[in-house]
């Protein structure tokens, strides 16, 4: 069948953004013959660009175009460095769409490109849709906090953070406390960023979110609803072809990592991974160490380097653990343990010893662990992963708190005694009689028949394709 429309993708350049994106399209593509797609990669000037070895290509239909970089001023304040890049990269997207895009049917644009991109679908005629790499329940959150914003409603989020009051959010069905609000919003330079861009998200033809209704119900239905774009959930966008490296470093590596989980018993490994940018200082490495060698259960830990850039910069790899580690530890826990510093995450969660993972509550590694049906130990950490994190616990229960108001860059710790016990109630969990265990692989499998022919998913995507197809502009 002849390609019909092209749709430009606009990611946002980081990694949990940028990949789940990428599968967005690879996906439309798959699911019906009539499309193609152009995904537009946005450099960042620090060098810092996820490598897309691993995304591939998907033949003809989807091709990846590097935009020249945009380079801020070197005054430039770090609330406004993005949003002037995304403006820079505007020019250079309309450049490729006149010379390069023949069928041109709609802009896909990442949630926080919004402000800078959606006039790009009105200048050029076309429908802009906008993706949401983020839950439902996020959305939902955004939209009711933008709404409250603009009627002049909306108070210091900042002042509430550290009290014991709670806030009514329509995504969630339980009020949410003050201290578990997600990190992006008590940041007084990036709330207005978000605000923005949430506010022309409803000028979206449509939305489409990286969730399935079966996990967010609730969340879903609160953002069905009049006034609000149609909204798409067609998740989990996984690749699961990411389990297995591309690199030959990182080849060893994962060999020695899964030869190692082969020899441990079903369900008794806690993993321990914080994302793409998670990492600790010395000294919280030194309560998780304690914790671990306390608890006594397996373990596997990804630990890695704080960048000397902060969470902007991406974490480094460790030559020798003893150097941030208690003496001793390695050795006194070899028998049950194993530090690594890159994990290949997918392929971990995918093993049957893996009964457990601690993890920073990204929206990614949360579908991944919903995918793979393994409970959740919650150590959220900064953007809006405190509120994925009490989502999670509270409302679906498939997770333990380990520390649900922890904020990377707080200066705080969290003790070992609160690490222990986080992983104690969270492997107990993973026995085989619990019900967190079987509610979580009642969803797994949900997760995996949505993305199939009569699936949600499935139904939601083919619904949006439509639209996409009823809505090319005429020549």
């Given at each position: 069948?002849?390609?019909?429309?092209?749709?430009?993708?606009?990611?946002?350049?980081?990694?949990?953004?940028?990949?789940s994106?990428?599968?967005?399209?690879?996906?439309?593509?798959?699911?019906?013959?009539?499309?193609?797609?152009?995904i537009?990669?946005i450099?960042?000037?620090?060098?810092?660009?996820?490598?897309?070895?691993?995304?591939?290509?998907?033949?003809?239909?989807?091709?990846?175009?590097?935009?020249?970089?945009?380079?801020p001023?070197?005054?430039?304040?770090?609330?406004?460095?993005?949003?002037?890049?995304?403006?820079?990269?505007?020019?250079?997207i309309?450049?490729?769409?006149?010379s390069?895009?023949?069928?041109?049917?709609?802009?896909?644009?990442?949630?926080?490109?919004?402000?800078?991109m959606?006039?790009?679908?009105?200048?050029l005629?076309v429908?802009?849709?906008?993706?949401?790499p983020?839950?439902?329940?996020?959305?939902?959150?955004?939209?009711?906090?933008?709404?409250?914003?603009?009627?002049g409603?909306?108070?210091?989020?900042?002042?509430?953070?550290?009290?014991?009051s709670?806030?009514?959010?329509?995504?969630?069905?339980?009020?949410?406390?003050?201290?578990?609000?997600?990190?992006?919003?008590?940041?007084?330079?990036?709330?207005?960023?978000?605000?923005?861009?949430?506010?022309?998200?409803?000028?979206?033809r449509?939305?489409?979110?990286?969730?399935?209704?079966e996990?967010?119900?609730?969340?879903?239905?609160?953002?069905s609803?009049?006034?609000?774009?149609?909204v798409?959930?067609?998740?989990?966008?996984?690749?699961?072809n990411s389990?297995?490296?591309?690199?030959?470093?990182?080849?060893?590596?994962?060999?020695?990592?899964?030869?190692?989980l082969?020899?441990?018993?079903?369900g008794?490994?806690v993993?321990?991974?914080?994302?793409?940018?998670?990492?600790?200082?010395?000294?919280q490495?030194?309560?998780?160490?304690?914790?671990?060698?306390?608890g006594g259960?397996?373990?596997?830990?990804?630990?890695?380097?704080?960048?000397?850039?902060?969470?902007?910069?991406?974490?480094?790899?460790?030559?020798?653990?003893?150097?941030?580690?208690?003496?001793?530890?390695?050795?006194?826990?070899?028998?049950?343990?194993?530090?690594?510093?890159?994990?290949?995450?997918?392929?971990?969660?995918?093993?049957?010893?893996?009964?457990?993972?601690?993890?920073h509550?990204?929206?990614?590694?949360?579908?991944?662990?919903?995918?793979?049906?393994?409970?959740i130990?919650?150590?959220?950490?900064?953007?809006?992963?405190?509120?994925?994190?009490?989502?999670?616990?509270?409302?679906?229960g498939?997770?333990?708190?380990?520390?649900?108001?922890?904020?990377?860059?707080?200066?705080?710790?969290?003790?070992?005694?609160?690490?222990?016990?986080?992983?104690?109630?969270?492997?107990?969990?993973?026995?085989?009689?619990?019900?967190?265990?079987?509610?979580?692989?009642?969803?797994?499998?949900?997760?995996k028949?949505?993305?199939?022919?009569?699936?949600?998913?499935?139904s939601?995507m083919?619904?949006?394709?439509?639209?996409?197809?009823?809505?090319?502009?005429?020549?």
């Open positions: 069948m002849k390609t019909t429309a092209e749709l430009v993708f606009i990611p946002f350049p980081a990694p949990g953004h940028l990949l994106m990428i599968q967005l399209a690879k996906q439309l593509v798959k699911h019906d013959q009539r499309l193609s797609a152009t537009c990669l450099p960042l000037p620090s060098g810092n660009n996820t490598n897309l070895t691993a995304a591939g290509d998907d033949g003809s239909r989807v091709r990846f175009v590097n935009l020249p970089a945009v380079k001023p070197p005054d430039t304040d770090p609330s406004r460095f993005m949003p002037t890049i995304l403006e820079g990269s505007k020019r250079h309309k450049e490729l769409v006149g390069d895009v023949a069928r041109l049917a709609g802009f896909v644009v990442d949630m926080l490109c919004c402000t800078a959606m006039d790009l679908g009105s200048e005629g429908p802009p849709y906008v993706f949401y983020s839950g439902a329940n996020f959305l939902g959150f955004m939209l009711q906090l933008q709404a409250l914003h603009d009627e409603k909306l108070g210091d989020l900042a002042e509430l953070k550290d009290t014991e709670e806030m009514a959010i329509s995504s969630l069905e339980k009020p949410l406390p003050c201290k578990f609000l997600p990190s992006v919003v008590v940041e007084k330079e990036w709330l207005p960023l978000l605000i923005d861009n949430t506010r022309r998200l409803r000028e979206a449509g939305i489409v979110v990286n969730t399935f209704l996990l967010e119900t609730y969340a879903l239905g609160s953002v609803v009049a006034g609000n774009p149609p798409y959930p067609v998740g989990p966008l996984l690749n699961l389990a297995r490296p591309e690199e030959e470093e990182e080849k060893e590596e994962y060999k020695e990592v899964m030869e190692w082969d020899g441990q018993p079903v008794s490994v993993f321990l991974c914080f994302g793409s940018m998670g990492s600790f200082t010395k000294e490495a030194t309560e998780i160490a304690t914790a671990l060698e306390r259960h397996r373990f596997l830990w990804s630990l890695r380097r704080p960048s000397e850039m902060g969470i902007t910069g991406d974490p480094g790899e460790y030559e020798n653990f003893d150097d941030v580690l208690p003496g001793g530890f390695l050795d006194r826990t070899s028998g049950v343990g194993k530090v690594i510093g890159w994990a290949p995450q997918m392929a971990v969660l995918g093993h049957q010893s893996v009964g457990g993972f601690v993890s509550c990204g929206w990614n590694s949360m579908l991944e662990s919903v995918w793979f049906g393994v409970p130990g919650a150590w959220p950490m900064y953007a809006e992963q405190q509120l994925n994190a009490f989502q999670f616990v509270e409302d679906l498939f997770a333990e708190e380990i520390k649900m108001d922890y904020r990377w860059g707080s200066g705080k710790i969290v003790t070992a005694e609160e690490i222990e016990g986080g992983i104690q109630r969270l492997m107990t969990t993973t026995e085989s009689d619990s019900r967190t265990r079987k509610t979580m692989n009642e969803m797994s499998e949900m997760s028949k949505t993305l199939v022919n009569g699936g949600s998913s499935y939601s083919t619904r949006f394709i439509q639209d996409v197809i009823d809505n090319i502009p005429s020549t």
